[in-house]
């Protein structure tokens, strides 16, 4: 009886408040309880093994005819989203990019990367979503396979988690700014306000988290050592999590960051200075030099902890994303039968055929 109290006060909660507010921070990871859900062995991999309906066609708005004008990728009206593919979080990432074509404005104008690092997934995408602005890009794990040192989980050493160090170089060179988005999320709003983020000098965007113990993301080893500890000096840095980002290409390309957050992998390698997996190297380069977003473009933390994903609630305040990070995920509880309240947001944005 209490747990369907709390799950009827969650629904009106979502129905009847017009704000909801962010919810304390928590790491974007992939669920160890996913690694035997929805994947497959290396030697097969068939895409039908997924059955996905037909997403609708949105047509939100009557002006937005010189969008869907097809004049490729560099056309500057575009709106530039990145997202990961994989097996294993396919659901999540067809959810996402659905969430954000009914919510858009101008739908038309989204064009959206996909990196994979496994073969058979365009023609799922491009069946689920046939009119859908897209391209397709390969990204070889091996890249990064000698660079990622263990974790406290081995989720996080997944190559594919570290394909957002190499958008400025995978995407083409037009492509000025791009949204990079984890696969477990939903988009509740308008995504060209997020595009429209002002980032003056910096050359990422991300609601940032003063209040969280910043030092509990390295190891003591790493606030002991004024070679590394030193390189906050001069920074106020604040977490940020990097499933919700606003990206300066053009600046990045330009400084060079990759081969920055190379070098800092390639510390880690030797000497131990944190034990989460692609989250630090951002931290260390860009933590106290990120433009402010508002915390509406990132209610993360449903996906409850990074052992048990047990369920949060959200506070009062605006909302315009909602991110399972942690490690329980909307689709594994939906199906297991065991679902948090806010699960249920999720679920209309799932297109996976049972």
């Not at 747990?3 to 629904?11: E, H, K, N, V």
């Not at 506070?315 to 994303?321: A, K, N, T, Y």
Request: neutral net charge.
């Amino acid at each position: 009886m209490r747990f369907s109290g709390l799950f009827s006060a969650a629904l009106v909660i979502i129905v009847l408040s017009p704000s909801l507010q962010s919810f304390p921070p928590a790491e974007a990871i992939r669920s160890s309880h996913l690694d035997a859900y929805l994947r497959f062995p290396s030697s097969d991999p068939p895409p039908h093994r997924f059955s996905f309906r037909k997403a609708p066609v949105f047509r939100n708005a009557a002006d937005c005819a010189a969008a869907d004008i097809d004049s490729g990728v560099c056309n500057p009206s575009l709106v530039h989203v990145a997202i990961t593919l994989d097996f294993e979080y396919l659901r999540g990432s067809i959810a996402a990019v659905h969430s954000i074509l009914k919510h858009s404005s101008c739908p038309e104008s989204v064009f959206f990367h996909f990196l994979v690092s496994e073969t058979d997934l365009e023609s799922l995408i491009r069946s689920t979503f046939p009119e859908l602005k897209l391209k397709v890009y390969f990204f070889d794990p091996e890249i990064v396979r000698t660079l990622i040192s263990t974790s406290v989980r081995q989720a996080l050493e997944q190559p594919l988690n570290y394909a957002r160090n190499y958008l400025a170089d995978l995407l083409e060179p037009c492509v000025r700014r791009v949204i990079y988005l984890d696969s477990d999320l939903v988009v509740v709003d308008d995504i060209a306000k997020l595009w429209k983020t002002n980032l003056g000098s910096k050359t990422i965007g991300a609601p940032e988290y003063c209040h969280a113990n910043f030092t509990k993301y390295f190891t003591p080893a790493f606030w002991s050592d004024e070679r590394f500890s030193g390189a906050f000096a001069g920074r106020k840095p604040c977490y940020f999590n990097t499933g919700v980002m606003v990206m300066d290409l053009e600046r990045w390309r330009r400084v060079g960051y990759t081969e920055v957050i190379e070098k800092w992998m390639e510390i880690q390698k030797s000497d131990r200075i944190y034990e989460l997996g692609s989250l630090p190297p951002f931290l260390l380069v860009f933590a106290g030099e990120v433009a402010p977003i508002e915390h509406r473009w990132n209610q993360h933390g449903l996906g409850g902890d990074n052992v048990r994903g047990s369920c949060r609630d959200l506070h009062p305040g605006p909302v315009s994303l909602l991110h399972w990070s942690g490690s329980g995920k909307p689709w594994f509880r939906l199906d297991s039968r065991r679902p948090c309240p806010l699960d249920t947001l999720w679920a209309p944005y799932d297109l996976y055929g049972h």
